[in-house]
């Protein structure tokens, strides 16, 4: 019975405690914008085009978009993962998007590695060539794929609608990894590509 109510005691006593630091957890969660999942998965063959069977993975997804200012943001997205997961060396990473967000009146600027779709279609989309795509990664999510390309995306709003300017890396953008026999993906020079859109 005194044991009983001594345990009753201190809860009641830490809970004030426990309180605060929840709270202050979900201040700076939410103040860094970090959010994630985690994820399982079984494939029956892998997307190599090998002879390769049965994968159990698992991945670790996580985001966070702080904001510095009233129009000033970054974001930052990755994931671990481990496609087989009795295999150490099968762990790897990827850093898929991290850039700056920033305006001025009616211009919107973004700045550093990030996924710009372009152009809409159900499955294959030819306009879709600035982000890379990872077609071997075993994600049941085609927009898992996509992979950041360094670029410059600037937006202005105007009264007749928005127009987009998009400036970024060839040596960077559009490259597919495909499960092919020979991959073979480079791409000589520093080439830069621009594409604009306009919207209404």
Not at 94 to 114: C, H, M, N, S, V
């Amino acid at each position: 019975m005194r044991r009983t109510l001594g345990v009753a005691i201190l809860a009641l006593l830490l809970s004030p405690a426990l309180s605060i630091a929840q709270t202050s957890s979900e201040t700076l969660l939410h103040r860094i914008g970090l959010s994630g999942s985690l994820r399982g998965s079984y494939w029956s063959s892998s997307r190599e085009l090998d002879d390769r069977q049965h994968f159990f993975g698992s991945a670790l997804w996580l985001k966070a978009a702080p904001r510095l200012g009233e129009r000033l943001s970054i974001l930052a997205e990755g994931w671990v993962r481990n496609e087989e997961l009795l295999h150490e060396d099968a762990t790897r990473g990827q850093l898929r998007e991290a850039y700056l967000e920033t305006g001025w009146g009616p211009l919107d600027l973004r700045i550093g590695k990030q996924i710009v779709a372009w152009g809409r279609a159900d499955r294959i989309n030819p306009t879709d060539n600035l982000t890379a795509k990872n077609f071997t990664l075993l994600d049941p999510d085609d927009d898992d794929q996509r992979l950041g390309t360094p670029a410059v995306k600037a937006r202005c709003q105007g009264s007749m609608g928005s127009y987009d300017q998009v400036t970024s890396s060839l040596r960077a953008s559009g490259i597919r990894s495909q499960p092919v026999a020979s991959q073979a993906h480079a791409v000589s020079g520093p080439h830069v590509t621009s594409t604009d859109r306009c919207s209404t």
